[in-house]
């Protein structure tokens, strides 16, 4: 009888001891996920880093930005009044971003230079929202175009078209996608100076709404004899140049 008691009063004490260390357990499981919390809370990605450096600008804020697995930026969307080289360089310093988006820039100075930013893509996007988007009767940025010297898919949604954009963009050797969305086009445009761009496969048109598109497809094109894709979206195309036969996917 008494060792039957000793017993139960053994597994009594295992018990509590038991309930004790189950608390300790819990008690242990909430510190460790605070704590991550914590580490986390405290951890900064590189978008961070450029929001806050943007924050000594009044004028220039970001639009959207996006950082990979390692919390380093690969794309980043920034609008506002003027973007300044001293911007431009700082964008430069992050060496793993892939796409950078102009949105919405008032000014950009015409001495702005973009051969130190690595991106392979680059977007300068100018009408006023996403919905009811209006048009605002731009040029495209004067000078600025023949400094994207890295840039091999370069986009232009909301601008007039103008025959200085396609000399400016003739310049660029890396190019191989240019999209005209959404844009004004200027009459009597010659694209022939894109043969110059000797790895340009891909152009793309469209124009904004009942703003001036191409009414055809000029036989200029036809001297871009490494094109392999044309898209012409929203164009009054009446007229086809035979000369289109020549170009070979």
Known sequence: MLNKNNKIKKLIFVLIENKKMVKFNILLTLFGISSLFATVQAKNDECDSIN????????????????????????????????????????????????????????????????????????????????????????????????????EIVSITGYIISQTTINDLSTLTNVKTINFDLNRFNEGLDFSKLKNNKKLTSITCSRYRNERSLEGIPESICQLTQLKKLTLNYCEITTVPKCIGNLKP
Do not use: W
């Open 52 to 151: 806050n450096y943007l924050e000594n600008y009044d004028d220039i804020q970001i639009d959207y930005c996006y950082c990979n697995d390692y919390d380093k930026v690969t794309s980043i969307s920034i609008k506002g009044e003027t973007v300044t080289q001293e911007i431009i360089n700082k964008l430069a310093s992050y060496k793993t971003l892939e796409k950078l988006a102009l949105t919405r820039i008032s000014n950009f100075p015409e001495d702005l230079n973009f051969e130190s930013i690595p991106v392979k893509e680059i977007e300068f996007y100018d009408l006023n929202a996403y919905k009811n988007r209006s048009f605002n009767n731009h040029d495209t940025p004067k000078n600025i175009l023949k400094s994207l010297t890295k840039a």
